[in-house]
């Protein structure tokens, strides 16, 4: 009961800031699960209600085609390192990992809220560059669950037109998500049970995707995107204090 208090609150929230924003769902929901829960377990409760509603989101739009093979290569580098990444979870401190996760959230607010116009690379600057952006990306999320920096900038950076960023960005999701799952059940980090709470959390996130896109209509998108990079940020500094705090 205590799980499913915190559940569906928490991925309803999640979901209409991706039904509004377009984006956040596994960020917001794993910020707000780590005020709780050890992150490990938060990466865990977030894994299912992430991956259904970014698989829907990579395979909407018919610009998957177009997009999959010029970024395949800095996805699959972001797998990988996710799941080397995750696989030394176990061997980690859980508040050195939420403190981790805070500065993640703090850094990533800032660079969203300053949003610099970053020079887009040469196409042969994006092929020798691509990977080891996947690669950071994917440390990253293996460490934190968050799939934002510098993943987002550089899909950003490259100009991939709003679809297929959208679509893009879901596959990347999709596929870090997957790892992550692998190397947390390896791990010994994901329990049945926290499975099958994960799963509570996908019918919360769909309806609240589906609240979000309705109200998209009656709001400013970009100061509601402002707003949820604020309360991120505030979120991150909250966890990244409090770790400090505990050391």
Not at 156 to 177: D, K, S, T
Request: aromatic content about 6%; charged content about 10%; overall charge positive.
């Amino acid at each position: 009961m205590a799980d499913l208090l915190l559940i569906l609150p928490v991925f309803l929230v999640a979901g209409m800031v991706k039904g509004i924003a377009g984006f956040g769902l596994p960020t917001v929901s794993i910020a707000l699960l780590a005020l709780v829960r050890p992150l490990p377990e938060a990466m865990a409760l977030m894994l299912v209600p992430s991956l259904a509603t970014n698989v829907w989101q990579a395979l909407a739009g018919g610009q998957l085609r177009a997009v999959a093979p010029r970024i395949g290569v800095f996805l699959a580098c972001a797998a990988v390192a996710t799941f080397a990444a995750a696989g030394q979870i176990a061997r980690t401190d859980a508040v050195l990992l939420s403190g981790a996760l805070g500065v993640i959230l703090v850094a990533s607010s800032t660079l969203a809220l300053a949003a610099p116009t970053l020079p887009a690379p040469s196409p042969a600057t994006e092929r020798w560059l691509g990977p080891p952006m996947g690669a950071v990306s994917g440390v990253i999320a293996g460490l934190t669950g968050s799939f934002l920096v510098p993943a987002a900038p550089w899909l950003q950076a490259i100009r991939l037109p709003r679809e297929q960023f959208v679509q893009g960005f879901g596959l990347g999701v999709v596929l870090v998500n997957g790892a992550l799952a692998a190397a947390l059940a390896g791990g010994g980090l994901l329990p049945v049970g926290l499975g099958l709470a994960s799963m509570v959390g996908v019918v919360p996130a769909f309806a609240g995707m589906e609240a979000g896109r309705r109200l998209r209509a009656r709001l400013d998108e970009a100061a509601f995107r402002k707003v949820v990079q604020v309360a991120l940020g505030v979120l991150g500094a909250w966890l990244a204090l409090r770790a400090f705090g505990q050391g």
